[in-house]
């Protein structure tokens, strides 16, 4: 019987045997109470939270990354590099969601370099990816600042070769990663046109979701035939202070007030008659629209030759 718990167990949280065996024995074999223990039994989630200064050019940045131990594979890593001193100033001491959170807010103030920003968190990913970050994913150690000189050789070749770092590491189990839910980072709720079944890959990760039309076309796609990559011209119509300066910083200015950009579509859902768009700005910044599936829609199917963000915010 124990050993179908085992199994059991295993199955339900991923776990592998020996955890399996300690949860069990630590809840009198209940299964049950056991599901509940083991994320909260092991720490296997490491947070890194920096903030970098390169003082020849007078940058400054904020980088995070999310490591989980047992699988040995980065969750996610944020940055963001501006040329306001008030970045650096932003505090490590405090809850790593706060502190994404910050980030985020900071890629909104004047001074960020866009291009740099995503460069560095880019980066970052790399570099957390490769084997030369194997020591980062060894469980129980703790890094003082030599530790970090690959990651310092890494920013430099985004920032230059005198960027400074101070970070900060954080360790977590996985039941104290997974209970933080994100708010919108810039204060307020936005609820979409519809009901949205979000991607689960963008449940995390404080996304600004903004209200949006897309162009229509007489002659061209129609929006029920629109797939994930395809490429759509996007109006940002929310009304917000946030969304407006958005829609200028994307170049989506005219005349008579912002104009379309164009931007991949991430995620599409069907419904009889009806079909629901999300479209992606920015690392931080998507927009979602509702919209009749016969409706015609504008397209540039045909990705340009250059990353659509660096048109769009660099």
């Known amino acids: 019987m124990s050993k179908d718990k085992v199994a059991l167990l295993m199955e339900e949280t991923g776990c592998d045997r020996s955890e399996a065996e300690l949860a069990l024995q630590l809840c009198a074999y209940d299964v049950e109470s056991s599901v509940q223990a083991v994320p909260r039994l092991f720490q296997h989630v490491v947070i890194f939270k920096a903030r970098v200064r390169e003082p020849a050019q007078s940058l400054y940045g904020l980088w995070l990354a999310i490591l989980n131990l047992k699988e040995r594979r980065l969750l996610r890593a944020r940055a963001v590099v501006s040329y306001n001193p008030a970045v650096f100033a932003s505090e490590l001491d405090i809850h790593w969601f706060d502190f994404e959170a910050r980030l985020y807010a900071c890629r909104l103030w004047a001074g960020t370099a866009q291009d740099l920003s995503q460069d560095l968190e880019a980066a970052l990913a790399a570099f957390f990816d490769s084997a030369e970050a194997r020591p980062f994913y060894e469980e129980g150690r ?73 162009e229509p076309d007489p002659a061209g796609v129609a929006a029920e035939e629109l797939k994930a990559g395809d490429l759509v011209y996007a109006s940002i119509n929310d009304q917000r202070d946030i969304a407006q300066y958005l829609a200028k910083l994307f170049g989506g200015g005219g005349e008579k007030g912002a104009g379309p950009v164009v931007a991949p579509i991430e995620a599409v859902e069907r419904t009889e008659g009806r079909v629901a768009l999300r479209v992606r700005f920015s690392a931080g910044v998507c927009g979602d629209v509702d919209l009749p599936g016969a409706l015609r829609v504008r397209t540039a199917r045909r990705p340009a030759r250059s990353p659509w963000w660096k048109r769009f915010i660099g």
């Open 142 to 214: 703790r890094f003082g600042s030599e530790a970090f000189a690959p990651v310092r050789a890494a920013m430099g070749r985004v920032l230059g070769a005198g960027v400074e770092l101070e970070a900060r590491q954080d360790v977590l189990d996985l039941g104290e990663f997974r209970e933080v839910r994100p708010t919108e980072p810039y204060g307020e709720e936005v609820p979409p046109p519809r009901p949205w079944k979000r991607p689960r890959r963008a449940a995390r990760g404080g996304l600004l979701v903004l209200h949006i039309a897309i």
